[in-house]
């Protein structure tokens, strides 16, 4: 039995051993009366005040005021009527996780043998831990912005090729049925890079995102609720991988990556748009910068 249920059940008991203390208790002055101050010539006697305001009828408490055994009975299973449905309501809790978090894990796949990121300096000096953790974070609000949008060439540069494609394949996918996923309320709560590896001519970085965000697909027709909750709060634990070809090193130009757009020249400010405003080109940095190869949702715990 849960605490609860006993501390419920201990209440019960105390209850029922009050009501019948208190029911001797009451027998015995009402029929007590006399020479005390209950009495029929103390303060509380046939003349006074109390006898205008009441009319005049008998104060002994023996009469109407006392608690029977059938009122001490009938308390008694109104205690243990309320104690039971409580019982029961806990159990269909414990059952169907009513007003419980729900939480999904997902196996994520094992990690290869990783450097710690705190070593990454020594091939790129001007790598910075902190910048990329920030980097991610903002990535993510973008994101997730561009997705209600059902606009995601912006975030283009931010992916690998296959990756990139498999995501608006999905958007795709939503924009010809006609609905849109919202994503509201978005607060990134950690980023914590994992560490890094080499392998097939590439630097590999593994982060871990946390996230809480409220996710739900409405149809642009109706504006009926499809799927999702606008109200639940999810809290999202997200595996990414990053990749950069080796040898690749961090530029730091007043804090943003500077390219040249390879279609016709222009700079461009890639932190900005993934879009030439020169010659509407969209540019991928892949070559040049970590980019988004995974994005593995690992665990949730939605509130409800």
């Not at 019960?12 to 005390?36: E, H, M, N, P, W």
């Not at 159990?91 to 419980?100: A, P, R, Y």
């Not at 494609?165 to 950690?190: F, H, M, P």
């Not at 080796?246 to 279609?263: D, K, N």
Request: charged share 20%; hydrophobic share 35%; glycine share 10%.
């Amino acid at each position: 039995m849960k605490k609860s249920a006993r501390r419920l059940l201990a209440l019960l008991l105390c209850l029922a051993l009050l009501l019948s203390a208190a029911a001797l208790c009451f027998a015995d002055v009402g029929g007590g009366a006399g020479d005390g101050d209950f009495g029929g010539g103390g303060d509380w006697g046939g003349g006074g005040d109390w006898d205008d305001d009441w009319g005049g009828g008998d104060r002994s408490t023996g009469g109407g005021g006392s608690l029977s055994l059938e009122d001490i009975v009938i308390y008694i299973i109104i205690f243990a009527v309320i104690f039971v449905v409580y019982t029961i309501w806990q159990k269909l809790k414990q059952k169907f996780g009513w007003g419980k978090p729900r939480r999904t894990v997902v196996t994520a796949k094992s990690l290869p043998a990783l450097q710690p990121i705190e070593s990454y300096v020594n091939l790129d000096p001007g790598f910075r831990a902190a910048d990329l953790q920030q980097k991610l974070s903002n990535l993510y609000v973008r994101m997730q912005q561009d997705w209600t949008a059902k606009d995601f060439s912006p975030m283009r540069p931010y992916f690998s090729d296959a990756y990139y494609a498999q995501l608006e394949r999905q958007l795709e996918t939503l924009t010809k049925q006609g609905r849109t996923n919202y994503v509201d309320r978005i607060t990134v709560l950690s980023v914590e890079l994992l560490g890094w590896m080499q392998e097939g001519g590439n630097d590999h970085i593994y982060a871990t995102v946390k996230t809480r965000i409220v996710d739900y697909t409405k149809d642009d027709a109706t504006g009926k609720l499809v799927s999702g909750s606008d109200k639940a709060e999810k809290f999202m634990t997200y595996r990414w991988h990053l990749v950069r070809p080796t040898g690749e090193t961090t530029t730091q130009q007043g804090g943003v990556r500077s390219l040249s757009c390879p279609h016709c020249g222009a700079p461009l400010n890639i932190n900005e748009t993934a879009k030439c405003p020169y010659c509407d080109s969209i540019i991928t940095v892949e070559a040049k910068d970590f980019v988004i190869t995974e994005m593995d949702a690992i665990s949730q715990v939605t509130n409800r």
